[in-house]
């Protein structure tokens, strides 16, 4: 299983990004297995942000919610993170994951950095 990660740059607080994350190396990885998307800030252990599972029932970090909205296309094996009023807090390398139940983490992405500063 590759999953590649698109998406991160910088931007400035309150702005928005959206990254993508293609799942590729198994058919209709998406409509079988949960997806995820994990960060990790600079000195602090990962946590995981969002998790939707095959069914499409999708679970936030505190923090995320009502800013991030998870979201997949099972067609293009695509999963994606729609992250809104950024805050500096936000700043985290962001890794998309791939897995069973609602801490998928069997398989994993490169990462996409997201910086958000002034």
């Known amino acids: 299983v590759q999953l590649v990660e698109s998406g991160g740059g910088l931007v400035q607080p309150g702005e928005s990004l959206k990254l993508s994350c293609t799942a590729s190396?198994?058919?209709?990885?998406?409509?079988?297995?949960?997806a995820g998307w994990y960060r990790q800030a600079p000195g602090k252990q990962s946590e995981l942000v969002a998790v939707?599972?095959?069914?499409?029932?999708?679970k936030y970090m505190d923090s995320a919610k009502g800013r991030f909205t998870i979201s997949k296309d099972t067609v293009k094996d695509t999963l994606y993170l729609e992250m809104n009023n950024l805050e500096v807090e936000d700043t985290a390398v962001y890794y998309c994951?791939?897995?069973?139940?609602?801490?998928?983490?069997?398989?994993w992405g490169q990462g996409t950095h997201v910086t958000v500063s002034t």
């Open positions: 190396g198994l058919q209709s990885i998406l409509s079988t297995y949960s």
């Open positions: 939707i599972r095959a069914s499409g029932t999708t």
């Open positions: 994951t791939v897995g069973n139940g609602l801490t998928p983490s069997e398989y």
